[in-house]
């Protein structure tokens, strides 16, 4: 499966020479991004109509970020020169047959002179200009807007694309709310700098022995550091892969605690979990842009609760919020749908957008078999997923193994090819939508972090002055969905937006209501001013600068 790009990764080496330094000329704060301002100013000495050269963003900047990076660079260059030459620009020319490694690079005129005049400036003040123009230079600005003690006021100039405007909207409006009411404690873990730059993650779900390891191998084309498969439960553990220099398996312990991870808000779930955790690096092009979670089988009976000493469902919730796509596993043996097993996909409540249903090994049963195997996994499906809508649900036998077509017959054969192609279609898409939901997931923080605040401004407000305060906190405990129904309606919030009681009561019952704060409405009209104004105008922003 190759996502990168066929056009950036067959530039020659002398073209690339070329491109760095035009990349370096049109990067005018030398932050290692082209914005739209920088990017209008350099392609306009293409000569090339409006129209084409929106086309030509729009293809180059596909993550949808609104900067170009070195290699979405090389791939708009490429695509402006096929543009001189009189080619339509679209999509599918990178995945032709035109000659890109040894294309000329466009026409830029007038491109020459301003960089000669560029470089006669820059080496009479090279002294002053040794420090900038470092790439890492932004990475490093947004990191320190995190630890910064006074990180109140950031300059509106310092961001450089849409994920750096979510950093600053979120350090500046929204974790004041979450700390004063405590939403870390009752919901997620406060946002760190690598929680916002973490690639895209797809996490793998079901019973063991349903090819959930042989998926992600079969992806790569190859095994990975830690991996183990058997028709027993062989991964016991929950193991992330993701990109790395080398082969080598990183200790949950660790993991947790490097900045550069994303897996900081793991710790809450103590050393029992971390033990049963760990991180799979590996050099691959697809890891580049995608990172996989491959999670132990889901046991059946009580095994779930008394034999692992970790919540695992909590876990799974966690990994689900973090997550851009969710593969539940099924595999025509293991079609129940156990009460643990339920409870693990219940806890994907909020996430419905992400699940994916396969039906895996779907080459062990012939045709008419198959076709009474999908119908019971959709009615035990229906049961479990409270939705109206139909689940979209991928047939095939997800592994290196050649299909089996004495079960399965020529038809089954096309069957499993197709539905393979429109999973590893939705696959490739991930990277692509990374940004539109990564502002998804923000918005939808946002506003569960309103609607706790509310809920525990309201039982601060209910607690009497001086007598009865552990009898009162206890009757608030008991009667919680009466509170959640008077706080809808007090501040006209949606019901499917509630957190779920039950859990709420847990972890509210080992507070104490008293300390809590009253409510700030000028914090809550903050919040709604960051959904209703800002981040539109940040959207905005960082749109296509020729539309």
């Not at 972890?507 to 001013?529: A, W």
């Amino acid at each position: 499966m190759e996502i990168d790009s066929v056009a950036a990764g067959s530039c020659s080496k002398e073209n690339q020479l070329i491109y760095k330094e035009w990349f370096e000329f049109a990067d005018s704060d030398g932050d290692g991004r082209i914005t739209g301002n920088d990017a209008i100013k350099f392609f306009s000495m293409s000569n090339l109509p409006r129209p084409e050269l929106k086309q030509v963003w729009a293809i180059a900047d596909a993550k949808r970020q609104g900067y170009l990076g070195f290699k979405d660079f090389i791939v708009a260059m490429q695509l402006v020169s096929l543009a001189q030459t009189g080619h339509e620009i679209s999509h599918d020319v990178l995945h032709s047959d035109v000659d890109f490694k040894n294309m000329n690079p466009p026409v830029m005129e007038g491109l020459g002179v301003l960089m000669a005049k560029k470089k006669k400036h820059s080496s009479s003040t090279s002294s002053d200009l040794s420090v900038n123009g470092s790439p890492s230079a932004d990475a490093s600005l947004t990191a320190h807007w995190f630890s910064s003690k006074s990180s109140k006021k950031i300059s509106l100039s310092s961001v450089t694309s849409i994920v750096d405007g979510l950093k600053r909207l979120y350090i500046q409006k929204l974790k004041p709310l979450e700390v004063a009411y405590r939403f870390n404690d009752f919901v997620s873990p406060l946002l760190t700098n690598s929680d916002f730059d973490a690639k895209p993650m797809v996490m793998l779900l079901g019973q063991y022995s349903t090819g959930k390891t042989t998926f992600i191998k079969h992806l790569l084309k190859s095994s990975y550091p830690g991996a183990h498969i058997g028709p027993e439960p062989t991964t016991d553990r929950f193991v992330v892969v993701m990109s790395g220099p080398d082969e080598r398996s990183i200790p949950g312990n660790t993991v947790a605690v490097q900045a550069d991870m994303p897996f900081s808000g793991l710790t809450t779930f103590g050393t029992a979990f971390l033990s049963k955790f760990e991180c799979s690096q590996m050099p691959h092009p697809l890891l580049e842009h995608v990172t996989f979670v491959d999670t132990p089988g889901v046991l059946s009976g009580e095994k779930q609760r008394t034999q692992r000493a970790y919540d695992f469902t909590g876990v799974t919730s966690w990994f689900a919020s973090k997550c851009d796509l969710i593969l539940l596993l099924f595999d025509p043996h293991k079609l129940d749908v156990s009460d643990e097993f339920k409870r693990v996909i219940s806890s994907l409540r909020g996430h419905d957008d992400k699940i994916r249903v396969v039906l895996n090994k779907a080459d062990q049963v012939d045709t008419q078999q198959l076709m009474r195997v999908y119908g019971a996994l959709m009615w035990s499906l229906g049961k479990v997923l409270n939705t109206p809508e139909v689940s979209r649900v991928y047939i095939g036998s997800f592994s290196d193994k050649p299909i089996n077509e004495a079960a399965t017959g020529p038809i089954g054969r096309e069957l499993f090819e197709k539905e393979q192609d429109d999973l590893l279609a939705d696959l490739k898409d991930i990277p692509k939508k990374a940004c539109d939901r990564r502002i998804n997931e923000f918005v939808k923080r946002a506003r569960a972090a309103k609607i706790h605040a509310c809920i525990i401004s309201h039982l601060k407000k209910e607690m009497p002055a001086i007598m009865g305060k552990a009898k009162a906190q206890q009757k608030l405990i008991d009667n919680l969905e009466d509170v959640f129904g008077k706080v809808q309606r007090e501040h006209h919030l949606p019901k499917g937006d509630f957190p779920n009681v039950e859990q709420f009561r847990e972890v509210l019952s080992g507070y104490n209501i008293d300390k809590f704060e009253k409510l700030k409405p000028k914090m809550l009209q903050t919040v709604d001013d960051m959904l209703g104004y800002d981040i539109p105008e940040l959207l905005k922003n960082f749109r296509n600068p020729y539309d």
